[in-house]
């Protein structure tokens, strides 16, 4: 069973930087298609971003803001998260799939899932 754990979320004023991170166990992780969506108050889970070897996505809101990447040998997955705005607040959740996914942008695309890390954009 994947297990994944997000971390590194927290309060922040606009305009800062902030990098989420989460730690996978169980799974051979260096060929999972990994994701961060999030999730704001009263809306549905979003995606932001997606990545699979080297091939990224990005969500338009994120785009040149953010920035995922991974690191197999920690089996880590991390969105850093720059010029933060007030409506990038939410709870942000890690995602994978043990194989590579067209679905990327879809929570259906998924099939493990952190329990989400809160990120707070003051203005």
């Known amino acids: 069973q994947v297990q994944l754990v997000e971390s590194g979320g927290g309060l922040v004023q606009a305009g800062d930087s902030l990098r989420l991170s989460c730690a996978a166990s169980g799974g051979t992780f260096s060929s999972y298609t990994m994701g961060w969506f999030r999730q704001a108050p009263g809306k549905e889970r979003e995606f932001v971003a997606s990545?699979?070897?080297?091939?990224?996505h990005y969500a338009d809101s994120v785009k040149g803001r953010f920035t995922i990447s991974r690191d197999n040998a920690k089996n880590t997955v991390y969105l850093q998260m720059n010029s933060l705005k007030p409506e990038d607040a939410a709870v942000y959740y890690c995602?994978?799939?043990?194989?590579?996914?067209?679905?990327?942008?879809?929570?259906?695309?998924?099939?493990?899932w952190g329990q989400g890390t809160q990120v707070t954009v003051s203005s």
């Open positions: 995602a994978g799939r043990g194989s590579w996914t067209a679905y990327y942008y879809s929570t259906s695309g998924y099939n493990y």
């Open positions: 990545i699979r070897g080297g091939s990224t």
